[in-house]
């Protein structure tokens, strides 16, 4: 098609298919391959008004093999994750998605940013948190209190959050990774107290420009925790106190926030 058609001709078809179909279209050639996977084009193709929404879901096993399911179809296609392969391990636990990324955690090593839609991904070090603590040997699996992943959109940018303790004084951390700048932010941002640490390795769920935790210790048992990735903030709200019977954990909905 290349040959035939200029560049642009094609970005615009492009731009017009599910996200299942080019995940497809991938396949074809390096040219088209390279043209999907482009950041800008991944901005345009999420951003335009006419592509209708993807509803999947990514099953991932201890083999590091991913499965991509189509919930219309049922139809899938298998999927290797961005770790070695050479011996299988349960070392690894997905931490959350925003957009077409998937948050992905190699314990005691790094994190990773993945598309499985362009099977592209980037590994992120968090170094500098064993650096700064007091504990040898930390990591992030054993010292993360929150981790969230999320897009500002006023800033163009994936954030990785992460709130961690130095294991001596109790003392939190909150760090930001920018994927826009390729760095780390230590930032100032006020953690409600008490946090307490059985809000240990919760999980955060992305959803209208901010990540949403559900903690579960004392004053703030019947809290949803609340990080506004705009304004760098924290803040909180009640979950629907007339239905809560020990929820457990979070998730998305058609949209909206639902606890089980």
């Known amino acids: 098609m290349n040959d035939v ?79 070695s392969r050479k011996k299988r391990s349960l070392d690894f636990r997905v931490l959350g998605s925003c957009r077409e990324f998937i948050l992905l955690n190699r314990f005691s090593h790094f994190l990773i940013v993945w598309n499985p839609l362009t099977e592209s991904s980037k590994r992120i070090s968090y170094s500098h948190v064993v650096s700064r603590s007091k504990i040898p040997g930390l990591n992030f699996h054993d010292h993360a209190i929150l981790f969230g992943f999320g897009y500002d959109a006023f800033q163009d940018d994936y954030l990785v959050v992460l709130a961690w303790d130095n294991g001596k004084n109790s003392q939190l951390h909150v760090d930001c990774f920018s994927l826009r700048t390729n760095s780390w932010i230590n930032f100032d941002a006020v953690l409600p107290k008490p946090f307490g640490h059985k809000m240990w390795q919760s999980r955060g769920l992305f959803l209208h420009g901010a990540i949403h935790w559900l903690t579960c210790y004392g004053a703030y048992m019947n809290a949803i925790l609340i990080f506004d990735l705009k304004e760098r903030s924290f803040s909180k709200t009640s979950v629907p106190v007339k239905h809560y019977n020990g929820y457990s954990d979070l998730t998305l909905l058609g949209g909206c926030l639902a606890l089980f």
């Not at 991938?26 to 390279?34: A, G, L, N, Q």
């Not at 951003?47 to 991509?68: R, T």
């Open 5 to 83: 058609l200029p560049l642009d001709v094609i970005r615009r078809i492009f731009l017009r298919l599910l996200a299942k179909e080019l995940f497809c279209l991938t396949c074809v050639s390096k040219f088209w391959h390279s043209l999907i996977s482009d950041r800008d084009f991944v901005e345009s193709h999420l951003n335009h008004s006419s592509v209708a929404p993807f509803y999947s879901c990514l099953f991932v096993n201890f083999f590091f093999v991913g499965y991509f399911v189509d919930i219309d179809t049922l139809a899938f296609k298998e999927l290797f994750l961005p770790f």
